[in-house]
């Protein structure tokens, strides 16, 4: 499902000082990455490109809620704060790493609102792994306009094997949020209810 | 909760004023330590479920209370469809129908003890349980409509239990209205394979003991005595429920500024009762109710079964199955005259008082029983309707002791091992298939479910009965 570095590493000059650049610029972050891009014209596979090597790597948590669980997805995307959420979806039900990525399905939904879309694509994961029976570990996900396409990696539920703990219903509008940070990174999170 | 923020009334009512958009008063009931320790996003919530148009007298939140989406948990609301009334998803739940059933079993504690490792293996393997796992009974879209038009009564029909079980579930097993054609195609493929499952999370079935008798005579009347064994089945509508609340949220959520709805919180999607969306989710909603209750009958055949051939002398006849999660059309009095109102029970027990015409003949003079689940290894209550809470709470009581603490938390704090290891220590014997789910649902991760209960019993929603305790918990 992923591809490697090298054939995703675009080979220009304008690259070659834009990384040149922010190596000088320390600490880098999602806005000097936006900077660069100005700064060196780089094309969109360029900045991606710099974005997925520079920038910290996206993150996922549960936060606090009384009976249910808030899910957190960061990444210097909104792509990659939405596949973070969904891997906080799965570790709501087990180990994320235990879990293989064998079989791979697309999923697709369309929503203006970025909010809703985030509620969409975490009821999409959830309609899967119950009418597939099974469980996620690699989220693949693109957002073009108000449409998210995404491949969803995983294998079906091994009841041996995977250490289950409970099954989202859905996702709800609670502390449901998707914005991007001062920092220029990207946050999507909502409360799932179990 | 700040106590301090809100009116005192009596020793177990506190009261806010309408301040801001909110219509009527709100009103909690607990004693000082419970509401204390409610959160307060409890406050935020009821008071936002005051804001809502049509509702009437007050939004309640019962001793159980705590942070829910749009409606508090333990949240009641009646609305009038007559004044611009209208119903909420997230006033229900996802797990439409949510409920509790209890079956007497004419056994003993003693008489059960030589059994007991037996009992709970062959409940374990006979009853569907925990995440991803599928139930027996296969629908076909034929099927799937008569089950959503019938619930209990089309389970009965196909051979899952008995006639007499109807007259002791609410509706008598049957929701009238149900609309299957307002189900979707999706949540009735989520539900394909899942009638007759437990679930997972806080859903069990235990077999318990009646430890103590409060009141005697309604006791009686129910059933009960003191070293009687009883079973309870918690679950509800399954993947069906939880596909149409995921669904009609979002409808409601987008389509409330159609109908001129200002809504303080987008989690609070709702709908007017008379619009295209609001009657199309109330046949929806009646449908999951029917699959909640269809479903909490195949278990209870499930468990005959495992009885006839451990212990065949064993009678399990239906004490009574109450939803927690559901809006219903009921008649209540209001200023004196006679209304009929859609009242929103989320995490809340209706609690019919003595002589209501919708309880069964022989309950009819005890009143309702209202059947309070515990958490694993803990206590679970029956207690009886009360006239006075049709008042007081358009006759409804708590549901339960609800979380004091948060999944990751418990399960940092216990050992799924070490728990069970612990609770056979004490007798009880859990039977589930994930360790961690029993760390996440560990007793000590709960509140005292026997302080809500008499929190519930001293405002007057409802009065105490029996408490019960686990001998076998099949958890999910």
Known sequence: MTKSKHSLAPDGENLRKAVRWLAESAPVTTTTINDAACRFDLTPLEEEFLLREFSPKGAWEHFHHDADIGVRGTGHSLEQAFEQAALALTAIVTDPDSVRSDKTITVACREQDRELLLVDWLNAIIYTMVTDNMLFSRFKVSIAGDKLTATLAGEPIDRARHELAVEPKGATFTELKVAQRDDGSWLAQCVIDV | ?476
């Open chain 2, 1 to 476: 909760m700040d106590t301090g923020r809100l009116t005192q009334v009596d020793e177990y009512t506190w009261r806010i004023e309408p301040v801001g958009k909110m219509r009527v008063p709100a009103i909690i009931y607990g004693d000082a330590d419970l509401i204390a320790g409610m959160d307060d996003k409890v406050y935020e919530q009821i008071c936002n479920v005051a804001k809502l148009p049509g509702i009437v007298n007050a939004a309640y939140a019962m001793p159980d209370a705590h942070w829910g989406y749009g409606f508090p948990i333990g949240g009641v609301a009646a609305f009038d469809a007559d004044r611009g009334g209208v119903i909420s998803a997230g006033g229900v739940g996802f797990d439409i129908s949510c409920g509790v059933r209890t079956l007497h079993t004419t056994l003993t504690r003693a008489e059960i003890e030589p059994i007991k490792t037996r009992l709970a293996d062959s409940l374990y393997q006979e009853i569907p349980v925990g995440v991803g796992s599928t139930g027996h009974v296969l629908l076909n879209d034929k099927s799937m409509d008569a089950m959503l038009r019938k619930g209990a009564e089309w389970a009965v029909k196909q051979g899952y239990g008995w006639r007499e079980d109807l007259e002791r579930i609410e509706e008598h097993g049957r929701m009238a209205d149900a609309l299957p054609e307002a189900v979707s195609s999706e949540a009735k493929h989520r539900q394909r394979q899942q009638m007759g499952t437990l679930g997972s999370g806080n859903h069990y079935l235990e077999v318990q003991e009646v430890t103590q008798i409060y009141a005697a005579e309604i006791a009686t009347q129910f059933g009960l005595k003191q070293g009687d064994i009883v079973i309870s089945i918690h679950c509800g509508s399954r993947g069906l429920g939880h596909q149409i609340g995921t669904e009609f949220l979002k409808s409601m959520a987008q389509t409330a500024h159609r109908h001129g709805i200002e809504l303080p919180d987008r989690e609070l999607a709702c709908a007017p009762l008379t619009s295209d969306v609001g009657r199309s989710y109330l046949g929806a909603m009646r449908a999951a109710i029917n699959s909640a209750l269809a479903n909490r009958q195949i278990i209870t055949h499930l468990t005959r079964m495992v009885f006839e051939r451990l212990a065949p002398h064993a009678r399990l006849r239906l004490l009574y199955d109450v939803s927690h999660n559901t809006c219903k059309l009921e008649e209540h009095v209001v200023d004196g005259v006679s209304k009929r109102l859609y009242v929103h029970r989320k995490g809340a027990t209706r609690a019919f008082g003595p002589g209501h015409p919708e309880l069964p003949e022989d309950l009819r003079e005890a009143g309702q029983p209202v059947l309070i689940g515990g958490s694993m290894g803990t206590a679970s209550h029956i207690l009886a309707g009360i006239s006075d809470s049709e008042q007081l709470s358009f006759a409804s009581a708590c549901h339960g002791a609800g979380r004091n603490m948060s999944r990751r938390q418990a399960s940092k704090s216990w050992n799924g091992r070490q728990v069970v290891d612990e609770l056979a220590g004490r007798g009880i014997l859990i039977r589930s298939p994930s360790l961690r789910g029993v760390a996440e649902e560990a007793p000590g991760a709960y509140k005292d479910v026997d302080a809500v209960v008499n929190a519930a019993d001293r405002a007057g929603l409802a009065r105490k009965v029996a408490r019960l305790q686990p001998v076998i918990c099949i958890k999910g």
